[in-house]
């Protein structure tokens, strides 16, 4: 269950918070975008594949979506589109990194379930926000 946090975001406004910004919150959020870059360029043989078509874009849609939710925490609802937009271009040079390596290839399709996940992140936050 997640506590009840504000956060002063203006001097007319409150803004409701699901956990206290701290230095150690930074640090997960970059922890994941390494996990994700490094998950992303490994060598396709390391990886199980997929037990069903499409599972490969479910995969990219949840870990962009917890990226995503996690980092939307982390910003004032100002900065939100920011934050989606930077990670749409990281997930965006993850793909283009790939297209490079002889062993992984980029795709559209990827990056489309990226975006996906991201729009599912906003969503979830603005859920969030309005309920605490």
């Not at 269950?1 to 910004?21: D, G, Q, T, W, Y």
């Amino acid at each position: 269950m997640f506590s009840k946090f504000i956060r002063r975001h203006s001097e007319e406004a409150l803004v409701p918070f699901i956990f206290v910004n701290r230095p150690t919150h930074w640090v997960v959020g970059y922890l994941l975008l390494i996990a994700i870059f490094a998950g992303s360029v490994v060598s396709a043989d390391l990886h199980d594949s997929p037990s069903f078509p499409g599972a490969d874009k479910i995969i990219h849609a949840l870990a962009y979506a917890c990226l995503g939710f996690w980092f939307a925490q982390l910003m004032a609802p100002i900065k939100h589109w920011s934050v989606i937009g930077v990670i749409f271009c990281y997930g965006g040079l993850i793909e283009l990194i790939q297209h490079q390596l002889s062993y992984r290839s980029g795709s559209l399709a990827d990056l489309a379930a990226n975006a996906t996940g991201l729009l599912i992140a906003h969503w979830f936050y603005r859920i969030m926000q309005k309920s605490l």
